[in-house]
């Protein structure tokens, strides 16, 4: 499974954007990229998920390098429920779904 | 809203007793996966399913953790006998197959092995 590499901590401010940087120089070109994040005591849950461009949906944005070595998810205004861990983990299309989790970045989140 | 559930929530047993933890998936979802997380090794997948037949199991100890799917709406993950190193939080996750390839996990069950 090719490696990600991620912050093990960030903070931010309520309700300014928050930008959560990922590195996949191993990436290759059936990989996807997920995202996903874990609330304090609650299993993780699914935010976005890309391949070659950017993505948005209702949570968050996705923005993938041109070469896709790295990727940055983007949280537009953040607010206190976004203090989670987050998750950046690159799967193979050609498989059979299995998403193998990395140590996260934690987000701290203050008023 | 569709979610996984997962029981007991809690469990405390003594080394030794068999531990059997239940999963229900969202209806309609075909593929079912079980994770364990400790603060050391973090997430790890264990086993997963798909259309109830067992896909991938590398990541479980086989002498003593069982999972399986007697039917559609019902995952179980058991293990005999149990030991501290056991301990964990143990996540049930299911998924559609979709192109999105989202998986959507339960709240866990949190085993404690004395």
């Known amino acids: 499974d090719a490696k990600t590499t991620q912050p093990n901590s960030m903070e931010s401010n309520e309700e300014e954007p928050v930008h959560l940087p990922c590195n996949h120089s191993t990436i290759s070109g059936t990989d996807y990229i997920h995202w996903y994040r874990q609330l304090p005591s609650q299993g993780p849950e699914y935010v976005i998920h890309?391949?070659?461009s950017n993505v948005n949906n209702r949570m968050a944005s996705l923005a993938i390098a041109e070469d896709r070595k790295s990727s940055t998810l983007i949280l537009h205004r953040a607010t206190l429920r976004d203090a989670a861990v987050y998750y950046c983990?690159?799967?193979?299309?050609?498989?059979?779904?299995?998403?193998?989790f990395g140590t996260g970045t934690r987000l701290l989140v203050s008023p | 809203d569709a979610r996984v559930t997962q029981t007991p929530r809690h469990k405390v047993t003594e080394m030794g007793q068999e531990v059997t933890m239940r999963c229900q998936p969202i209806l309609g979802h075909n593929t079912v996966f079980w994770y364990r997380q400790t603060m050391m090794q973090g997430l790890e997948l264990l086993a997963y399913?798909?259309?109830?037949?067992?896909?991938?199991d590398s990541g479980m100890p086989k002498d003593r953790f069982s999972a399986e799917m007697p039917d559609a709406t019902l995952a179980t993950l058991k293990i005999q006998p149990s030991e501290p190193r056991d301990s964990a939080v143990y996540f049930c996750a299911s998924g559609s197959g979709r192109a999105t390839y989202e998986q959507y996990f339960g709240p866990g069950t949190r085993l404690t092995v004395t």
């Open positions: 983990i690159l799967r193979d299309s050609t498989g059979f779904q299995k998403l193998v």
């Open positions: 399913f798909r259309n109830r037949a067992p896909l991938d």
């Open positions: 890309g391949l070659t």
